[in-house]
């Protein structure tokens, strides 16, 4: 049995389109024409990724992730014709793992999907996990511990802190983060960086004195830590 998808588009012409590409391709598709179904489906069922779109009739697609996002991390590409770089980072602050603008090419959306599938899978015998002075970032069970306390983090950002973390001191460029975390054949907007790296600053600054996100002026961010010693778990 293949890959399960949900698409959730109102447009039953588009909705049609692309479930006939994607069962070409091999996986299995459920259809859902408006949130509320979306919602239901998910409920039912969770798949292994979502294809959503954001204006839905009865629950929009942004509800759609927030609610979502309360209980699962399945990987969610959304589907959209609003461009401006304002939506884009919304859907991936929310917790969006790709984000697609209308009119887009079938064959685009194929690989984004195999992209973001093959990004979101973890091996179950590798363990990662990271461990400062009052910071803990755990992407086995995707939390992230702050002074003892667990934080609500979107997948991304949990993601960027890791790999930065994973290599303390070093500067990565924000085209360096984009490859290595959203993935090489992502389309997005360098400035989707600098706000994650801003949300993170108000979730873990001023914790401890022994390691801090830092900003490289003209080049990029690093984790810096006066210890570079971490404990990391590996399977």
Same mark, same amino acid.
Request: hydrophobic share 40%.
């Given at each position: 049995?293949?890959?399960?998808?949900?698409?959730?588009?109102?447009?039953?012409?588009?909705?049609?389109?692309?479930?006939?590409?994607?069962?070409?391709?091999?996986?299995?598709?459920?259809?859902?024409?408006?949130?509320?179904?979306?919602?239901?489906?998910?409920?039912?069922?969770?798949?292994?990724?979502?294809?959503?779109?954001?204006?839905?009739?009865?629950?929009?697609?942004?509800?759609?992730?927030?609610?979502?996002?309360?209980?699962?991390?399945?990987?969610?590409?959304?589907?959209?014709?609003?461009?401006?770089?304002?939506?884009?980072?919304?859907?991936?602050?929310?917790?969006?793992?790709?984000?697609?603008?209308?009119?887009?090419?079938?064959?685009?959306?194929?690989?984004?999907?195999?992209?973001? +599938?093959?990004?979101? /899978?973890?091996?179950? @015998?590798?363990? %990662?996990?990271? *461990?400062?002075? #009052?910071?803990?970032?755990? +992407?086995?069970?995707? /939390?992230?511990?702050? @002074?003892?306390? %667990?934080?609500? *983090?979107?997948? #991304?950002?949990?993601?960027? +802190?890791?790999?930065?973390?994973?290599?303390?001191?070093?500067?990565?460029?924000?085209?360096?983060?984009?490859?290595?975390?959203?993935?090489?054949?992502?389309?997005?907007?360098?400035?989707?960086?600098?706000?994650?790296?801003?949300?993170?600053?108000?979730?873990?600054?001023?914790?401890?004195?022994?390691?801090?996100?830092?900003?490289?002026?003209?080049?990029?961010?690093?984790?810096?830590?006066?210890?570079?010693?971490?404990?990391?778990?590996?399977?």
């Amino acid at each position: 049995m293949g890959r399960n998808i949900l698409v959730v588009e109102d447009d039953r012409n588009i909705s049609d389109l692309i479930q006939m590409y994607l069962v070409k391709e091999g996986f299995d598709v459920r259809i859902a024409g408006d949130g509320g179904k979306a919602i239901e489906e998910f409920q039912k069922e969770v798949p292994d990724l979502i294809l959503l779109d954001i204006m839905l009739p009865v629950v929009d697609g942004w509800t759609v992730t927030a609610k979502i996002r309360e209980t699962s991390k399945v990987p969610i590409i959304m589907l959209t014709a609003k461009s401006e770089v304002f939506d884009r980072i919304q859907g991936l602050e929310m917790g969006a793992d790709d984000y697609i603008v209308k009119p887009f090419e079938m064959k685009e959306l194929i690989a984004r999907i195999n992209a973001v +599938l093959r990004r979101t /899978e973890i091996p179950n @015998d590798t363990s %990662k996990r990271l *461990t400062f002075d #009052k910071l803990s970032i755990d +992407l086995d069970s995707y /939390e992230l511990i702050v @002074d003892g306390k %667990k934080v609500d *983090t979107p997948p #991304k950002e949990l993601e960027l +802190l890791y790999h930065l973390a994973a290599t303390p001191n070093r500067v990565y460029t924000r085209n360096q983060l984009l490859d290595e975390v959203w993935g090489f054949d992502y389309f997005g907007d360098s400035r989707t960086v600098d706000v994650h790296i801003k949300r993170l600053r108000e979730k873990i600054e001023n914790v401890s004195d022994q390691w801090a996100l830092k900003t490289v002026w003209g080049v990029g961010y690093k984790f810096e830590t006066a210890n570079p010693r971490t404990e990391k778990a590996e399977g």
